[in-house]
């Protein structure tokens, strides 16, 4: 087991493209950190030039300690999982696991309970004669896991293991993937695009954009205080809705209601009366005004008339026009902070997320509750988040 | 069986029908031909004589010693050759694989060969090698006048390399295939798993590559068994260096014996039949899935 440490790591393709540019990051011992982005931002190739499969370009990757820049993959003492599993057709399950020992020359008997273990741990021993081929997508992803795990190494590297399972399977593999880290207490490095799975399975979680990482942070921590716009925009489903805001005196405007300032905003924004921002309110924070009950001094009720209703039986999505005469504004900072880079990104419509109880319907006003102390503010121009 | 069934079926018939006939008419009625010959005495000097004699013609190949020499030179041939093809083959398949700039030329020029005729091919060759005017022999560590031709294993050798030479762009190419299919994610797998570039090699290319591979072997084989050109120029066959196929064409072509020439084209036939069912054989035997999983 092992710490990694990158080092102000860069990564310069042939072409000069630079797909990950002065990544600093480090990974405690036994730690499960979480590498999420959207699809083509340079994961992969981080998690590849951890692996040593892709050279680094620039800065210092040290794993245990020690300088490994320029070690062969396999003298990392790592193991890997990976999208498409790269299971070798030609051997059976049995010699998939223990190829790695093999070729370390590790004594057969020793190889065979290894393998035998790990199969049984991962619901594979009446499988282990069998190939790849004739393996359901789960089973072999979990051939995938026990190659990896039999060979006890300093961490694991998984780059989406599970993004081409089917929904419900990904949901059950998420979690012996969590359990299994958890015994194991082995190092692992973990990508994804998927931000369900990067709240649900890590203890931090790193989010990248464009090459460039965003915020490293525990999944709670990101969810209540993303520093930008993409990381409050990618962080949460559905995704946080923005709108433009103007600040006056100890208010803010937004375009269907007013909210008071909390004393942390107003520091934040300075007292520029008048500032232009962008605000950010989680579907979540939004409630049916009938149905918030006590809480309702907590927040700002107003009036909006509904245009879809989603029900998906355990809670309710109501849409709502944000405006139009903010929308231009607002869609500019969002697709600068690279947010139409995520699906769904419309700035155009406002998605509260509602109890099931509630009487919204489609096409008629509803009263709304917003929490006001759950308000995020950004700054336009840049994206940032506005902090005191 | 269902209606539909039975009528796509008879749809797949018809529609393999014309080339199942094609087939017929250039193949099979002159294998069933040259059998019909080889049971008779047909010998165009002597017409009169013509008649039915049983199995002797194949009793009189099978009893010479020319017939077994030819054999041993061919089999020799094929497979030296078709084992230098193989290694080379595979070689340039790797690099043709692994080509980042200018695949497109490098992929081009190792074809050049393949698409020259053999018999220009062979007398290329055959004028590199020449005692006299040739330029190998002016090589340092080559005797000046050292006869190529005039003994049979040098000889062989020259053969060998036109022969080499001129397929193996043919071997490369479809081991390239073969090789193109295999994951590359594998070789990724595999040196996290800590193999060397020798142990991917033999361990994850050569494995997935054997469909590839026996194929390759099987055309390349077929081939070779059938040498003719490169010898007949080169020596005609003279320093004890005929193939069988030169044989046949001696008996059929030369001395008029269709009867004896049939026999010998039938045992090659018979040859060519058995080399390819073992290649089919070993084809159909627990074949790898493909290189993806
Ligand atoms: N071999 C390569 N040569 C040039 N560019 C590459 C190469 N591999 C990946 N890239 C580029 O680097 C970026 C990041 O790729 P990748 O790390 O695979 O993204 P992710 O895994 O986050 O989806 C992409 O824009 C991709 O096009
Ligand atoms: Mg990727």
Redesign the interface.
Known sequence: MADIVLDHITKKYGDGYEAVKSMDLEIKDGEFMILVGPSGCGKSTALNMIAGLEDISDGELKIGGEVVNSRAPKDRDIAMVFQNYALYPHMTVRENMGFALKLAKVDQKEIDRKVEEAAETLDLTEHLDRRPANLSGGQRQRVAMGRAIVREPKAFLMDEPLSNLDAKLRVQMRTEVAELQDRLGTTTVYVTHDQTEAMTLGDRVAVMRSGILQQVDTPGELYNDPVNLFVAGFIGSPSMNFVHGKVSGNEIELPFTTLPLTEDLRSAVGDSDGREVIAGLRPEHFEDAELVGDHLGAGVTFEAKIDLVESMGSELYAYFDAGSDQVDKVEQAASEAGLDELAGGDTNQIVARLAPESKARRGETLKLWVDQDRLLLFDPETGERLRA | MTDRARSERRLGWLLCAPAAIAMLAVTAYPIGYAFVLSLQRVDLRFPEESGFVGFDNYSAVLSSDLWWTDLFNTIFLSVISVSIELCLGMAIALVMHRAIFGRGVVRTSVLIPYGIVTVVAAFSWQFAFAPDTGFVNQLPLIADDKDWFGERFSAFSVIIMAEVWKTTPFMALLLLAGLTTI?D??Y?????????AW?RFT??TL??MKPAILVALLFRTLDAFRIFDTIFIMTGGAQDTQSVSILGYQQLISRLNLGLGSAVSVLIFLCVLVIAVIFVKGLGARQ??????
Request: charged share 25%; hydrophobic share 35%; aromatic share 0%.
């Open positions: 994951d994610g594998l990724s797998a595999a040196k996290v798993d800590g193999a060397s142990q361990r994850i494995p997935l790898p899935e493909s290189g993806r999983a």
